[in-house]
């Protein structure tokens, strides 16, 4: 903001500068101010600058004379102490972030008890309650028996003589005009349903200048969701995946409707309210949460998962497929996110690969759409989708993998390995807990330093020309005895998921190893000796790099 003559910025208009060292005044000059000792309070309650006799006692000074809080977590708590008793004989609904924005908007924080027309309960309480809390930072009152009272109560900054009256009339008379609103945009949307003008609206309604109508979306979402449904990748999921295909069908339903307009918030909940009644109840609570689950992806709340992937995959696919593309700086169709939400929920689904499922989903979206007259390559749409959700991994491995501390980039890349033949991301977050466990032992350290000495003789040698012999010294066949002995222990370690045991297995190598070095000259004159022992390198370097690639925590 600029004001007056001056060429800085600033959030607000500067309207002092309080500087002081105990009780001395710094001398400061900044955005047209000089420094005091004085400084204002309340705008409303004390408006004119009063002096602060110490800097030790400005949060006192100002909460007496000025009728200031300084400290907002002091606001936040009279904020929580006045509403708590004013919500009696109903009970005030938890919302600490909506706490937190009223403290940060008041120097002295007010609550007052407001009311509206018990009419207007005919609506659904989630339209109400986004009223109170969206639009006017209000908060919700229930009832004993859970349902919304026609009460609520506001915050302000002031106290004035008359208790507040006045403010709480214009809080309930702004508040009486906009449920009014909801109520006309309710009553219009549920006639249009019943006539079916929605879904006109929804043929007319465009998602994306190449991907076509919203109504076209939902037709790839349905088709998605038919696809897992059949495949059966949620079969364990608490809600099997044909209820999410019901779902699916309708959690779009709403986009084109009234409410939507003016709450946009709402999107799904109101999908749930206009239909879900007729749908059942499960399937309503799906289509009302798919966005929520979506977006904070919960481990917790199985059920959703199917409808996510669906939506979610649906949206990824479709906009790769209409050439939108990440910029470092600009993501303006949320293509991150959607590949963030995708990896949350894939990652705690064990035995999905992501390349495979990921091309039955673009195809299961894409088959048979068209882009500018040409058909759509479901395939080559996979493979970016891949490598999007193997690069958001990378970025948040501890939000999406659920670690208990963050891990290392070094880490992360030593498991997460876009190249590798299969991309089983369910068992990354064990992977890497693991190898962390591991590396921190002495164990650890000699795996890696025997690593880094096989990659590089292997790395230095030429490919043998000679077809390999056989192995002659003591040591190396003792070598390649352990490796099929380590070999079986690691595939069963693994099959179990059972990362750490396998982990554990290699160090059966340790000895083994340290013979072969100690006994053995790898790179001899004899052609097919030296293939022979190339190619046990290469096995002992392949064993250790099968849970995972150790070239990138060694260097």
């Known amino acids: 903001m600029r004001w007056a003559n001056h060429n800085r910025r600033f959030v607000r208009p500067v309207r002092g500068i309080l500087a002081m060292h105990g009780s001395r005044v710094?001398?400061?000059?900044?955005?047209?101010?000089?420094?005091?000792?004085?400084?204002?309070?309340?705008?409303?309650?004390?408006?004119?600058?009063?002096?602060v006799g110490k800097a030790a006692s400005y949060a006192k000074t100002l909460a007496t004379g000025h009728k200031v809080i300084v400290d907002i977590q002091a606001r936040q708590q009279a904020i929580e102490q006045q509403a708590a008793k004013l919500a009696v004989p109903d009970r005030l609904v938890s919302d600490p972030k909506?706490?937190?924005?009223?403290?940060?908007?008041s120097e002295n924080p007010q609550v007052y008890a407001a009311a509206f027309g018990r009419e207007f309960l005919k609506l659904p309480a989630a339209v109400i309650g986004s009223c109170l809390k969206r639009h006017m930072r209000?908060?919700?009152?229930?009832?004993?028996?859970?349902?919304?009272?026609?009460?609520?109560?506001?915050?302000?900054?002031?106290?004035?003589?008359?208790?507040?009256?006045?403010?709480?009339?214009?809080?309930?008379?702004?508040?009486?005009?906009?449920?009014?609103d909801a109520r006309f945009y309710w009553d219009s949307d549920r006639r249009e349903i019943a006539s079916g003008v929605h879904e006109r609206k929804l043929a007319a309604l465009v998602y994306h200048p190449r991907l076509g109508s919203m109504m076209?979306?939902?037709?790839?979402?349905?088709?998605?969701?038919?696809?897992?449904?059949?495949?059966?990748?949620?079969?364990?999921?608490?809600?099997?995946?044909?209820?999410?295909?019901?779902?699916?069908?309708?959690?779009?339903?709403d986009l084109a409707t009234h409410m939507i307009d003016e709450y946009p918030q709402l999107e799904g909940i109101m999908a749930a309210c206009y239909f879900g009644e007729a749908a059942g109840e499960r399937i309503a609570?799906?289509?009302?949460?798919?966005l929520d689950a979506g977006r904070d992806a919960d481990p917790s709340d199985r059920a959703h998962w199917p409808l996510v992937v669906a939506t979610e995959?649906?949206?990824?696919?479709?906009?790769?497929?209409?050439?939108?593309?990440?910029?470092?700086?600009?993501?303006?169709?949320?293509?991150?996110?959607?590949?963030?939400?995708?990896?949350?929920?894939?990652?705690?689904?064990?035995?999905?690969?992501?390349?495979?499922?990921?091309?039955?989903?673009?195809?299961?979206?894409?088959?048979?759409?068209?882009?500018?007259?040409?058909?759509?390559?479901?395939?080559q749409v996979a493979k970016i989708m891949v490598a999007m959700t193997i690069e958001r991994i990378r970025h948040q491995s501890a939000e999406i993998l659920d670690l208990a501390k963050p891990a290392s980039a070094a880490l992360v890349n030593a498991i997460v390995e876009p190249d590798a033949e299969q991309?089983?991301?369910?068992?990354?977050?064990?992977?890497?807990?693991a190898l962390d466990a591991f590396l921190a032992s002495s164990a650890g350290a000699t795996l890696i330093a025997a690593h880094k000495r096989v990659a590089n003789i292997l790395r230095k040698s030429d490919q043998p020309?000679?077809?390999?012999?056989?192995?002659?010294?003591?040591?190396?066949?003792?070598l390649g005895k352990a490796l099929d002995r380590t070999s079986a222990a690691l595939d069963a370690a693994l099959a179990r998921g059972s990362y750490e045991r396998a982990l554990n297995s290699l160090t059966a190598l340790d000895a083994p190893v340290k013979r072969f070095f100690a006994e053995v000259m790898v790179n001899v004159s004899d052609p097919k000796l030296r293939a022979a022992r190339l190619e046990l390198l290469a096995r002992l370097n392949s064993q250790l790099n099968r849970v995972a690639n150790l070239g990138r925590l060694s260097g």
């Open 313 to 379: 995959a649906e949206r990824l696919a479709g906009l790769l497929a209409a050439g939108e593309r990440l910029a470092a700086d600009r993501d303006p169709h949320g293509l991150r996110r959607c590949a963030t939400r995708l990896a949350v929920v894939l990652a705690r689904q064990p035995g999905v690969e992501l390349r495979s499922l990921f091309a039955s989903l673009a195809q299961a979206a894409l088959a048979g759409e068209q882009i500018a007259g040409k058909a759509v390559d479901p395939a």
């Open 138 to 180: 209000c908060f919700i009152l229930k009832k004993r028996t859970g349902k919304l009272a026609a009460r609520f109560l506001l915050v302000a900054d002031n106290r004035p003589a008359g208790g507040g009256a006045l403010i709480v009339k214009g809080f309930e008379r702004v508040v009486a005009a906009r449920l009014a």
């Open 98 to 105: 909506l706490v937190a924005e009223n403290a940060a908007m």
């Open 465 to 478: 020309d000679a077809a390999a012999g056989k192995l002659v010294e003591a040591a190396e066949i003792g």
């Open 216 to 253: 076209a979306r939902i037709a790839r979402i349905i088709r998605v969701a038919e696809w897992l449904a059949e495949s059966k990748v949620f079969a364990d999921a608490d809600a099997k995946a044909a209820v999410a295909l019901a779902a699916a069908r309708l959690c779009k339903l």
């Open 285 to 290: 609570e799906l289509v009302a949460g798919h």
């Open 26 to 51: 710094l001398k400061i000059s900044c955005l047209g101010m000089k420094s005091s000792t004085a400084t204002p309070g309340h705008r409303a309650r004390a408006p004119q600058p009063r002096p």
């Open 423 to 433: 991309i089983m991301i369910g068992g990354y977050a064990g992977r890497i807990q």
